[in-house]
């Protein structure tokens, strides 16, 4: 029989029951215990770990560079060499411009650089977004101050030094910014400057350069600028400075003293500059009263040394705007190429880079072959129809007159299509495969660079199979691959064949001096100053002769009688735009050409002349103009060439008749 109080053993369990939870209670609490202690010993050995480390095995390495947060070496930005003309007379020069700079390792953080920017916005009236554009130029580098802006005034930069607790790692220096005394003159020619790429950096002209280019630097970025830097751009003084934690200078030290670049002494002639200059620009206002005429070149060479004299690109540009920074507003005015306006591209230097189909100034270059291969001789004599036929294409003179039979000087002088036509037929009847004509061109200056010391320079094309073969998948030129009649056609100046102003003016040259294709050459030598004050060539460049027109004498001259004709002759293309010019005082030869855009558009020609003189025999200079969609090379391109010539014959307009005609021949 069971004893005890009805329920006890239960009773008995549930007491059993709740020791058994407070124990597991207290189990999980130790457990939680235990694993955030071993949390706090790992965290703490961790920390205990990092400084162990800061504090004693990298002491040495943070020390120095706390030492080097101490210490900085500063470079000067060096007055870079003056560019000179052939007379001494400047074409770029220096100024020295009161700018505010800002120290990006003081000014650290957007919040601070957005405040600096508010305050210096409204002092020196300047847009916020020009200041934080130039504040976060990767260019320069961190050690450095950045110039934001430039030509400050003396009570903005008072104003600055007075109050340094609102103006905190903003400072000011007396930086050299280069000057254009003559304007817009030769602006493609000089080039601009401005501070050096990562890219320019890597590249082998400035990676092995000595002394070293840094981030910030200011380089050329084209033109002479660009070719001549590492002579131009001097030795910055390198100056060890000590600051306090607030950037405040206790000590400075020079390292290496500053030396100002040495000076560049062009063949460019400044006068002669000028005066083709204004040509151009004249000779282009007046083809518009009747066509596009958007741009054009002139090159002005002397043919016995290949030096040019004189280049002319226009649009044109002010390189002053580039050389102290430049505002969108002002990069916008620079022009670019676009699908609707393909023109519009002021920096391009449409004298080395212009790359046109030549028309007919091409045609020294096909009798050239045509004699240089055996196929003709200054002795060949050919008819000039209307028309010519070669196999089932039908190819029309620029006049449907019979002219009759004509040699190679007649042929120059009237500009007769059907004469060349039938001489490329026989260079590809003959040779085919073999390439004469091309070869040819290629010897006389063309489908390469002219090797002028001028970046940007473009190569130009002269068609081939090669070249139909690479094109073939991409168009339909060469769908059926090289044709015969694309050889008559270049014999014209026309087809795919394309070339730089500065090319014709190689050849043309080569034709009045003898055979020789020169190397083109814009510097002449380098200078600096003696302890004396005077001028004292420390280098002298030289160029050489690329080529030499496989010519002799006798065919050279029979090229030489027929560009004579051209403007002095009866018949010639070009006469009617020198009547009245002292040709007897100031003899010249030359070539009209008119490029075909397009079939049947004459609005769409571009203008040709190329020339040389004022010596018949030993010319002085040559002269190779163009200007785009202008019409006919006599009408167009031929009156810029004579005003040339004009001034530099001396022709005084008052005594001297002049008749300006046009003829819409060549």
Known sequence: MRSGRPGGDRERRRVNNDSGEVRAGIDRTKVRLSVLGIVILVAFGALFSRLWF???????????????????????????????????????????????????????????????????????DEPRSELRERLADTAVSPYKPVPVANDVSRQDVTYIQENPEDFRGVDFDLLPIRKYPNGNTAAHLLGYVGSISEGLLEEPYFKDASPRYRPGDIVGQAGVERTYDRWLRGTPEVK???????????????????????????????????????????????????????????????????????????????????????????????????????????????????????????????AGAAMASGVASTSTYLSCPGTYQYRDVTLSNWTSADSGVMGFAQSLEQSCDTF????????????????VFQKYARKAGFDNPTGIDVLGEASGRVPDRDWCDEINDTTDICKYGWLPGY?????????????????????????????????????SHMQNTDTEGKDRTIRTFRNEVANRLPLDAAEIGVLQTGLRAVISGAQGTAASAFAGFPLGRAPLAGKTGTAQLASGETELNDAWFVSYGPSSYDPDYVISVYVEKAGHGGESAAPIARQIWEGIAGVDKKTDEVTLATDSSG
């Open 54 to 124: 800061l504090q004693v095995l990298a002491s040495e390495q943070y020390s120095r560079d706390a030492r080097e947060n101490r210490v900085r070496k500063v470079r000067s930005e060096p007055p870079r060499g003056r560019i000179l003309d052939i007379n001494g007379k400047p074409l770029v020069t220096n100024r020295w411009s009161l700018s505010v700079t800002i120290d990006r390792q003081v000014v650290a953080g957007p919040r601070r650089q957005r405040r600096i920017i508010e305050k210096l916005a409204v002092l020196l």
């Open 240 to 366: 060890k400075v000590i600051v306090n934690s607030t950037g405040e200078v206790i000590h400075q030290e020079v390292i290496r003293e500053e030396r100002p670049g040495n000076d560049l002494v062009l063949a460019l002639d400044l006068s002669l500059q000028k005066l083709t200059e204004d040509a151009l620009l004249d000779g282009i206002l007046a083809a518009r009263g009747e066509y596009q005429a958007p741009a054009g070149a002139v090159t002005v060479m002397d043919p016995d040394t290949g030096r040019v004299v004189a280049m002319a690109s226009y649009p044109t540009y002010r390189p002053a705007m580039l050389a102290d920074g430049i505002t969108f507003k002002e990069w916008d005015s620079l022009g670019f190429p676009t699908k609707d306006n393909p023109d519009d591209d002021r920096i391009l230097n449409r004298a080395i880079a212009g790359q046109r189909p030549p028309g007919s100034t091409y045609k020294v270059v096909t």
């Open 420 to 435: 060349y036509y039938e001489l490329g037929a026989r260079m590809e009847d003959t040779f085919g495969a073999q390439e």
């Open 487 to 523: 050889t008559v056609n270049m014999s014209i100046g026309q087809g795919d064949l394309i070339v730089t102003p500065l090319q014709m003016a190689t050849t043309y040259a080569a034709i009045g001096n003898g055979g020789r294709v020169w190397e083109p050459q814009v510097a």
